[in-house]
């Protein structure tokens, strides 16, 4: 349990790429987050192998895969590059964790999707579909918790609801049913895994997030990381 000493939860912070690569222990940090980055490509992997829908932004990934003949990942990691280009004009930060969450959460899924097997009855199914999303939510946290950035779909709908001046929240929200929409009309794998991990997920994090977060105690040439970089991230 990552904690700072007396027991309260450790602060989420919003550090600058110079801050991370100054942060106190960024070798343990950079495990934590390449753990929490693989754990949830495999356990979206998990939830399109159920055959019982996919997460929002994979059903859109999985109908463009189809369409174009391209595995899921490598959708996945196209699209996070495409939505990096759009953090420019919202002057989002990128950080190590940004350009780690493009890519390699992409390889995950599909080196999860190669080794795990589809499943053939529906026990099958709910088991891969439930442990997915319990998968996903405690590897989205310990990725949070590492502290080294937000990913690129996080930074995108943090970077809207700054420029709209509207919390960030609704605008997930409306991002998210977009995007799913939009991958169920070009023949996504839209099911009720789909809404138990759109309901579900949040839960899991806010539940795993202060077990995890490794507090910021010292960042090298800033000697107090102070209040005015907190930040609340989800998604990776």
Same mark, same amino acid.
């Given at each position: 349990?990552?904690?700072?000493?007396?027991?309260?939860?450790?602060?989420?912070?919003?550090?600058?790429?110079?801050?991370?690569?100054?942060?106190?222990?960024?070798?343990?940090?950079?495990?934590?987050?390449?753990?929490?980055?693989?754990?949830?490509?495999?356990?979206?992997?998990?939830?399109?192998?159920?055959? =019982? #829908?996919?997460? %929002?932004? &994979?059903? /859109?990934?999985?109908? $463009?895969?189809?369409? @174009?003949?391209?595995? *899921? !990942?490598? +959708?996945?990691?196209?699209?996070?590059?495409?939505?990096?280009?759009?953090?420019?004009?919202?002057?989002?930060?990128?950080?190590?964790?940004?350009?780690?969450?493009?890519?390699?959460?992409?390889?995950?899924?599909?080196?999860?999707?190669?080794?795990?097997?589809?499943?053939?009855?529906?026990?099958?199914?709910?088991?891969?579909?439930?442990?997915?999303?319990?998968?996903?939510?405690?590897?989205?946290?310990?990725?949070?918790?590492?502290? =080294? #950035?937000?990913? %690129?779909? &996080?930074? /995108?709908?943090?970077? $809207?609801?700054?420029? @709209?001046?509207?919390? *960030? !929240?609704? +605008?997930?929200?409306?991002?998210?049913?977009?995007?799913?929409?939009?991958?169920?009309?070009?023949?996504?794998?839209?099911?009720?895994?789909?809404?138990?991990?759109?309901?579900?997920?949040?839960?899991?994090?806010?539940?795993?997030?202060?077990?995890?977060?490794?507090?910021?105690?010292?960042?090298?040439?800033?000697?107090?990381?102070?209040?005015?970089?907190?930040?609340?991230?989800?998604?990776?």
């Amino acid at each position: 349990m990552l904690r700072p000493r007396g027991g309260a939860p450790a602060r989420l912070q919003n550090l600058t790429l110079r801050d991370q690569l100054g942060v106190d222990r960024l070798g343990l940090r950079l495990l934590q987050m390449m753990a929490g980055l693989t754990g949830f490509g495999v356990s979206l992997a998990m939830l399109l192998e159920s055959g =019982l #829908g996919g997460a %929002p932004w &994979d059903v /859109l990934h999985a109908a $463009l895969a189809d369409r @174009l003949g391209l595995t *899921v !990942g490598t +959708v996945s990691i196209a699209v996070s590059f495409v939505l990096l280009v759009l953090w420019v004009p919202l002057r989002e930060q990128i950080g190590i964790g940004t350009v780690a969450n493009s890519i390699w959460v992409g390889v995950s899924i599909d080196l999860g999707m190669l080794v795990l097997p589809e499943a053939r009855s529906l026990a099958l199914a709910v088991l891969m579909m439930a442990a997915g999303v319990v998968l996903n939510g405690i590897s989205g946290a310990v990725y949070i918790g590492a502290q =080294l #950035g937000a990913g %690129p779909r &996080d930074g /995108l709908m943090t970077g $809207l609801g700054r420029v @709209l001046s509207r919390p *960030v !929240g609704p +605008v997930r929200i409306v991002l998210e049913v977009l995007v799913l929409v939009t991958g169920w009309a070009l023949g996504g794998p839209l099911g009720v895994g789909t809404v138990v991990y759109a309901i579900a997920l949040g839960p899991v994090i806010q539940l795993a997030l202060p077990h995890v977060t490794m507090p910021v105690r010292a960042v090298r040439g800033r000697e107090d990381p102070g209040p005015a970089h907190r930040s609340s991230q989800a998604r990776p």
